[in-house]
């Protein structure tokens, strides 16, 4: 593709909580640096976000599925144009997906791998409804080469934190948690630390009826029962040493619900309970698989959990004083729409052919270029 130049590029994401499709234009620079122009945050229409928690609970066939992967195709390209009208098309568009499903364990069937993942939101319907060229479906191929297919984030972390003289936790909070440490003198490594907002905004919904709990105020009404906590942070995916992955098929409604029988009686007391319980795995995460390696100097929260003052209460009170701790926002970078600005960046290496996955944190066996490309 040649010399690298400055691109534009419309990124699209839809998480594990399946919130909005987060829709930002960037520009991507040459130094791998990324600048946010815009970001909107798109609601999927009420009755396919209700088709995706089928999907996710389990209920659907494969004929919803099938569906859903176009219907979330038009989703995506109706969020793109929006962009467009105002900025005019861009060079590519970076799309995401929607994960429906994760599944990175080493499980055979007549000697044939059955580890994969499931992102849909057909990329020929994005690249038809905006007549832009799409990158998309980027874990694939690190599944392909051994690895769990995520965490993907830490490929821009290291590059817009590497050099900066300090040791990071760079801490995303979105409906699952994940950290990636960048440090001055050691490699990149990155994992899934567990539960972030998704056990949260469940109880939220099934008690309250609110999709999520704004800035933690139920929490803050809440006492954190102590014996649920301790009985919450014994599942063994906590003690799981990285590489590691998870997702909504493992914390899925079904695990959530179990885990319900035990808990205090004060519906309050259980949300202040499981915001603790998302703090505390990562605190304990940094002590099992940090600490032994590598000090951190500063740990930097970024995703939907970095608004749950709560959460950041709580993250303040379990990890070590002498770590500094900032949000995103703090470097120019979006709490909101960090990853949007982490896949525009993934897209731009697959359009210039560079090698955009991270062996140390996904357990791929090599480096390799992620994404596929629709005209």
Request: glycine share 8%; aromatic share 12%; hydrophobic share 35%.
């Amino acid at each position: 593709m040649g010399e690298l130049e400055n691109k534009q590029v419309i990124a699209l994401m839809s998480g594990t909580s399946c919130d909005s499709i987060d829709a930002g234009l960037c520009e991507v620079m040459p130094d791998m640096s990324v600048r946010l122009i815009k970001g909107i945050n798109y609601k999927y229409p009420e009755h396919i976000r209700s088709k995706i928690f089928q999907i996710f609970r389990n209920e659907a066939n494969v004929k919803d599925i099938c569906q859903m992967n176009f219907a979330i195709g038009e989703c995506f390209a109706n969020a793109a144009n929006i962009l467009i009208e105002e900025f005019g098309k861009p060079d590519f568009i970076s799309s995401h997906g929607q994960t429906v499903y994760h599944y990175p364990f080493d499980e055979y069937i007549d000697n044939i791998s059955l580890k994969s993942t499931l992102q849909i939101g057909e990329s020929s319907i994005i690249a038809q409804k905006t007549g832009c060229m799409v990158i998309s479906n980027f874990r694939e191929a690190d599944i392909a080469q051994g690895g769990q297919g995520a965490p993907l984030v830490c490929f821009a972390d290291e590059k817009w934190f590497k050099n900066k003289g300090k040791n990071y936790a760079i801490q995303n909070i979105g409906g699952i948690s994940n950290v990636t440490v960048v440090s001055k003198d050691f490699d990149t490594f990155g994992f899934d630390t567990g539960l972030g907002n998704i056990m949260i905004d469940y109880c939220a919904n099934k008690f309250f009826s609110i999709p999520y709990d704004k800035d933690g105020e139920i929490a803050a009404q809440g006492i954190v029962s102590d014996s649920w906590l301790e009985c919450l942070l014994q599942d063994e995916y906590y003690f799981t040493e990285p590489p590691k992955s998870t997702g909504r098929e493992y914390f899925s409604p079904k695990y959530i619900e179990n885990t319900l029988k035990y808990a205090p009686k004060d519906p309050k007391d259980i949300i202040a309970t499981v915001t603790a319980l998302s703090a505390k795995t990562i605190a304990q995460a940094y002590e099992r698989f940090i600490y032994p390696s590598v000090g951190i100097h500063e740990a930097v929260i970024c995703g939907g959990g970095a608004y749950n003052k709560t959460l950041m209460e709580f993250l303040r009170t379990y990890l070590p004083s002498y770590i500094d701790l900032k949000t995103c926002e703090d470097y120019g970078i979006s709490n909101n729409f960090k990853e949007v600005m982490a896949f525009a960046l993934l897209g731009y290496c697959t359009y210039y052919d560079i090698p955009n996955n991270l062996p140390c944190c996904t357990g791929a066996n090599k480096r390799i270029v992620m994404g596929k490309i629709s005209y």
